[in-house]
């Protein structure tokens, strides 16, 4: 889900450079091995808080241009949300071209592994959509610059989803008086990793859970475990929800979609969910919809990522986690104090914080 007029721009005259530039990136890497079957793109943001850490992502592109645009929108994401959430970290992410089911190997991962190395610990890898902690183990043969690993911090989408719930929790206070969710209906869209803890938060308080994913399996999972009903991919849009909760891909907040949701607050897990941040934002808040912005309730798994490095505390990185809440409240009430859009809320926070480290 790649914005057209950022695909745009990307395109026209191959300017890379040009839209690294305008986005504030620091270093591309482009990474090819034709032995393995390799293709991968790590994008490095911003480096003044402390080295970029962010996951890397395994996805069946549709073009090398759409890798390259979704890499620089989630690696500056991953600046805001090391900033936000307190972390002495940079922003940076990776993306492998390729079927996540079908592509993968041992020689692939440890190829990457290498490239990451060559950047002497600028970047910091760990799990992203497609990617899991085995494939992580393997990138680990080849470097040391790896989070997530199988006997340490491990899957981190526990952490991540119990982030999302904080910050759906706070935007429902602030919406509706409490932040009980109990009777609550939430679509949730995307029954992966992230996406099915959610759900197991969510059946646990007695929410109406709504489901849609292209993994028939996950939402029959969903079903039968946590009592979720299940839709069509496309008919997540028309449920008469309380919450909508995009935990897949990004940019499913669209001028299209816009038309079709029926909700109160947006809250999920993925990157990256408006379309475009000036003109959504803007006009998520004039219809009175709360929207808790990813960078910030999605930070769980990097506030686990990042405590893994420093000696893992699982009940410190839940700690840390759940302070989500706080800083959503304090999001959302600059919002309406200000009358500006809580991503816009948000962005200043992190900005701010980088450019007080940077002077």
Not at 300 to 305: A, D, P, Q, R
Not at 327 to 339: A, N
């Amino acid at each position: 889900m790649i914005n057209v007029r950022e695909k745009a721009e990307v395109a026209e005259n191959g300017k890379i450079l040009g839209s690294m530039s305008s986005m504030g990136h620091e270093q591309v890497l482009f990474c090819n091995d034709n032995q393995t079957g390799l293709r991968a793109i790590i994008a490095v943001h911003n480096t003044v808080l402390g080295p970029s850490l962010g996951g890397t992502r395994m996805w069946n592109y549709a073009s090398e241009q759409e890798a390259l645009i979704d890499v620089l929108r989630l690696s500056r994401g991953m600046t805001f949300k090391a900033s936000i959430s307190g972390l002495n970290l940079g922003g940076g992410k990776a993306v492998i071209i390729g079927n996540s089911k079908t592509d993968k190997s041992e020689a692939l991962f440890r190829r990457f592994g290498q490239f990451v190395d060559s950047l002497n610990g600028k970047y910091i890898t760990a799990e992203d959509v497609g990617i899991n902690p085995q494939d992580i183990n393997w990138v680990a043969k080849e470097t040391n610059h790896v989070s997530g690993l199988l006997n340490k911090g491990g899957d981190p989408s526990p952490v991540t989803a119990y982030g999302v719930y904080m910050g759906m929790k706070a935007s429902a206070k602030v919406q509706w008086g409490n932040d009980s969710l109990a009777g609550k209906t939430i679509a949730v869209q995307g029954a992966g990793h992230v996406g099915m803890y959610l759900i197991e938060y969510l059946a646990k308080e007695n929410a109406k859970i709504v489901v849609t994913d292209i993994d028939q399996e996950a939402v029959a999972v969903a079903v039968s475990k946590h009592g979720a009903s299940a839709v069509e991919l496309d008919d997540i849009y028309d449920v008469n929800m309380d919450i909508y909760a995009p935990c897949a891909l990004g940019a499913t907040v669209n001028d299209n979609t816009l038309k079709r949701l029926n909700c109160s607050i947006i809250a999920g897990a993925a990157n990256n969910q408006l379309e475009s941040e000036i003109h959504h934002g803007r006009e998520v808040m004039e219809k009175g919809i709360i929207y808790a912005p990813d960078f910030l309730i999605n930070a769980g798994g990097l506030i686990n990522c990042y405590s893994e490095l420093h000696g893992y505390d699982k009940e410190g990185a839940m700690s840390q986690t759940e302070k989500i809440y706080q800083t959503t409240l304090d999001i959302i009430t600059v919002s309406k104090k200000e009358g500006i859009p809580t991503y816009m809320a948000a962005n200043r926070m992190a900005e701010e914080r980088i450019e007080k480290n940077r002077k």
